[in-house]
Nanobody, 127 residues
């Protein structure tokens, strides 16, 4: 069992930056790939970015590629999402999630590949 707790959301103007953090707890949290999804009002939850257990592999949604960077610090059991050049369409609740992986370098972008979810943190980008 892994618990994940997000922090770092807030209100920012378009073009600005935010960094989200997600602390994962549990004895084997380093055995999990970690990812960020987001959900805007009236829309389905969508994939944003993910990072493998080892941290060597990452994957991004096309909509954030080149603007967002995911990273992890396994010593601190924490994953980060650095968000730059934010746009109003990035406004959403951002969820951190963990999925067990046998393969240390496999990432995964499907909702069904992640079993443990945080409660989310609100990111609002004003125009």
């Amino acid at each position: 069992q892994v618990q994940v707790v997000e922090s770092g959301g807030g209100l920012v103007q378009a073009g600005g930056s935010l960094r989200l953090s997600c602390a994962a707890s549990g004895r084997t949290s380093s055995s999990y790939a970690l990812a960020w999804f987001r959900q805007a009002p009236g829309k389905e939850r969508e994939f944003v970015a993910a990072i493998s257990r080892s941290g060597s592999s990452t994957y991004y949604a096309d909509s954030v590629k080149g603007r967002f960077t995911i990273s992890r610090d396994n010593a601190k059991n924490t994953v980060y999402l650095q968000m730059n050049s934010l746009k109003p369409e990035d406004t959403a609740v951002y969820y951190c999630t963990a999925g067990y992986r046998n393969n240390a370098n496999y990432v995964g972008a499907a909702f069904a590949e992640y079993a443990y979810w945080g409660r989310g943190t609100q990111v609002t980008v004003s125009s």
